[in-house]
């Protein structure tokens, strides 16, 4: 059984920083590309960040220069370094990772920007 476990968030005023992490534990044989969404009441989840286990990264056009995704192999885990947090950035972060050919998500973890 795989599991993905996040932390990291919070409450955090605009302007501010904060870093997500996600463990993975496990029969992990193959990993692939890890990466994280965001989800706010009534709206669909969306991608914010992910990387492919070479290290190539890709970005929502709405974190581009904020947000960093980078990845532990070793570790099979994955960070996403938030900076200049804004309000609109407040959701449910979640990480997903392909291993072993099928798509895990975590649980989740609230992140907060006030104003």
């Known amino acids: 059984q795989v599991q993905l476990v996040e932390s990291g968030g919070g409450l955090v005023q605009a302007g501010g920083s904060l870093r997500l992490s996600c463990a993975a534990s496990?029969?992990?044989?193959?990993?692939?590309?890890m990466g994280w969404y965001r989800q706010t009441p009534g709206k669909q989840r969306e991608l914010v960040a992910d990387i492919t286990s070479i290290g190539r990264t890709n970005y929502a056009d709405s974190v581009k220069g904020r947000f960093t995704i980078s990845r532990d192999n070793a570790k099979i885990t994955v960070y996403l370094q938030m900076n200049s947090l804004k309000p609109e950035d407040t959701a449910v972060y979640y990480c997903?990772?392909?291993?072993?050919?099928?798509?895990?998500w975590g649980q989740g973890t609230q992140v907060t920007v006030s104003s």
């Open positions: 997903n990772a392909h291993f072993n050919g099928r798509l895990y």
């Open positions: 496990g029969s992990i044989f193959s990993i692939n590309t």
